[in-house]
C-alpha cells in the first residue's frame, strides 16, 4: 500500500501550467520514440539469425525470450483448432462470442466505408491523353497480435478486417505461444473473422518470421512491445510496416463539469496497458483535478491490476490545470495517440485538435469504445507521430499506382516540349525516346 500511495504522490498535487511551460512538459513526458540501444542490439542479432538460419534461429529465440518453441511443423494452428475454440467458447460464453460479432460487423463497417471513399482516378489532359492513379491491394499482409501480459482478440479484428476489406490475397497472423497453449479467444475469434493463418510465434523473432520466413509478407501490422516495434523499424525496406508504435498513451481536455470517477477510470484503461503508458488530463481547475487524484488514489489501491498502475501513472502520469489556450497547445505539442475532450461543448475544441491519433468528442465518449469496436480503428500512432501519421485502416494494406495512356497523336503532340526539357537535363536517350514517337 505504501509503495502505491508513493507512485501515485504526483497526481496527489495537480499543479498548474502555462502556455510558456508547455515545450518543457511535453518533453519531461518523454514520448519522442528515442532508439534503446540494448533494444536496437537484440532485435539486430535476432533478425539476422532469422534471415541467415531460417527456422532454427526463431525456434532458439523462442526458446530464450517466451520459454517455449515449437517444432515447426507445429508452429501454425490447425484450421480444426480455431473451429473448436469457437465451439467452446459459444458454449462456455456466449454473451462474449455475442460481443466480439458485433465489434467484428461495426469494424467492418468502417473499413468498408474508408475503401469505398478511395476513388480511383481518370483524368484527360488539355493537350492529350489519359492519365489517372487506381489503389491496389498489397497481396501479402503479416499482422502481429500481441500477447506478453494480455492476449488481445480485439486487436485481431482490427488489424485482420482491414486487410479483407482492402482484398488482400493471404493474411498470416502470429502471436506469441504459451506453455498451456494458444488462448482460446484468441483462436476463437480468428474462426469468427476467418483468418487461416495463425502461426505461434512473438516477439522479434516473430515479426523476422513474417517478413524472411515462408510467409515472406509485403507488409507487416499491429502493435507489440519495443522488440516488436524496434523489428519493424530494421525490416522497413525489407517489407512495408504500419508504423513504429510504442507504448499507449491517452489526453484528456475536461472541464468541471465531467465525473471525475470517470476521468480517473478513462486515465486508468490506458495505465493498465503498460508500466510505460502514459495518462495525462489537463482540467479547467486544481480543486477539481483534485477529485480526480482521489479517485484515482482509490481505485488504485483496490484495482486487480494495480501492479501495473502503480509504475504507468508513477512514472509517465500528470494532472494539469490550465486554460483553454495552454490546454489546446499542449494537445497539438504532444500529439496524443488517444485524446478525450470530456467538455460540455467540445465543439469549441474540435476545429483546433489536429495533431491526436483519435478524438473522442463529449463526456459519454470514453476511449474504452474505441477500443472495442464501436467503428473506427484501435491500432494508432504513438510517440507523437501521430502529427504525420494516421490510424491503421483499409488504406494501410492499398498502395496508388499510377497509370499513363497516351495514343499515338497524343505522344507526337507531347514530344517536342519533352525532349527539350530532357536535353535541358542531360538525359540523351530520354530525349531520343521522346522524338521517337513524333
Known amino acids: 500500500m505504501i509503495a502505491i500511495v508513493r507512485a501515485v504522490t504526483l497526481l496527489l498535487n495537480p499543479r498548474r501550467i502555462s502556455s510558456s511551460q508547455v515545450a518543457a512538459e511535453v518533453a519531461a513526458l518523454g514520448r519522442d520514440a528515442a532508439r534503446d540501444a540494448e533494444t536496437e542490439h537484440t532485435v539486430r542479432e535476432v533478425l539476422t539469425g532469422v534471415r541467415d538460419r531460417g527456422y532454427p534461429a526463431v525456434r532458439e529465440y523462442s526458446q530464450r525470450f517466451d520459454g517455449v518453441a515449437c517444432e ?21 460464453e456466449p454473451d462474449l462470442v455475442a460481443a466480439l460479432r458485433t465489434m467484428i460487423a461495426n469494424v467492418r463497417a468502417f473499413a468498408e466505408a474508408e475503401r469505398r471513399a478511395l476513388l480511383d482516378v481518370e483524368l484527360t489532359l488539355p493537350g492529350g491523353g489519359t492519365v489517372g492513379q487506381r489503389w491496389l491491394p498489397i497481396e501479402r499482409i ?38 498451456e497453449g494458444p488462448d482460446l479467444r484468441v483462436l476463437a475469434t480468428a474462426a469468427l473473422v476467418g483468418l487461416e493463418e495463425l502461426y505461434l510465434v512473438g516477439g522479434a523473432q516473430g515479426v523476422g518470421y513474417l517478413a524472411y520466413g515462408a510467409p515472406a509478407v509485403d507488409l507487416i501490422a499491429g502493435p507489440g512491445n ?3 516495434a524496434e523489428a519493424k523499424r530494421q525490416l522497413l525496406g525489407r517489407c512495408g510496416i504500419d508504423s513504429v508504435a510504442g507504448p499507449t498513451e491517452v489526453l484528456i481536455l475536461a472541464d468541471d463539469a465531467a465525473d471525475p470517477d ?6 486508468l ?15 479547467e481547475s486544481e480543486a477539481w483535478l483534485g477529485r480526480v487524484a482521489e479517485a484515482l488514489r482509490k481505485r488504485i489501491e483496490s484495482s486487480a491490476r494495480r501492479d501495473v498502475l502503480a509504475q504507468s501513472i508513477g512514472k509517465h502520469a500528470r494532472l494539469y490545470a490550465a486554460d483553454f489556450e495552454t490546454a489546446v497547445a499542449f494537445a497539438e505539442a ?12 467540445p465543439a469549441r475544441y474540435l476545429p483546433r485538435l489536429h495533431a491526436a491519433g483519435a478524438l473522442f468528442v463529449g463526456h459519454a465518449t470514453a476511449e474504452a469504445f474505441g ?42 503532340a507531347a514530344s517536342p516540349w519533352v525532349a527539350r526539357i530532357a536535353d535541358a537535363e542531360g538525359l540523351v536517350h530520354h530525349a531520343s525516346s521522346a522524338r521517337l514517337r513524333k
Open 334 to 345: 504532444w500529439a496524443p495517440e488517444h485524446l478525450e475532450v470530456a467538455a460540455a461543448d
Open 142 to 179: 503479416g499482422v502481429y497480435i500481441p500477447g506478453g501480459r494480455a492476449f488481445y482478440p480485439s486487436t485481431l479484428v482490427m488489424t485482420v478486417v482491414p486487410a479483407q476489406v482492402a482484398g488482400a490475397k493471404r493474411i498470416v497472423g502470429v502471436t506469441p505461444p504459451r506453455a
Open 226 to 228: 519495443r522488440y516488436v
Open 72 to 92: 515447426e511443423s507445429a508452429l501454425r494452428v490447425e484450421a480444426a483448432a480455431l473451429t473448436s475454440a469457437l465451439a467452446t467458447l459459444e458454449q462456455s
Open 269 to 283: 484503461a490506458q495505465a493498465e496497458h503498460d508500466p510505460d503508458a502514459a495518462a495525462v488530463c489537463i482540467g
Open 262 to 267: 470517470a476521468v480517473a477510470e478513462d486515465l
Open 371 to 412: 477500443d472495442y469496436g464501436v467503428g473506427p480503428n484501435h491500432v494508432l500512432p504513438t510517440n507523437r507521430t501521430a502529427r504525420f501519421a494516421s490510424p491503421l485502416g483499409v488504406q494501410t494494406y492499398m498502395k496508388r499506382q499510377s497509370v499513363l495512356a497516351l495514343s499515338a497523336a497524343d505522344a507526337a
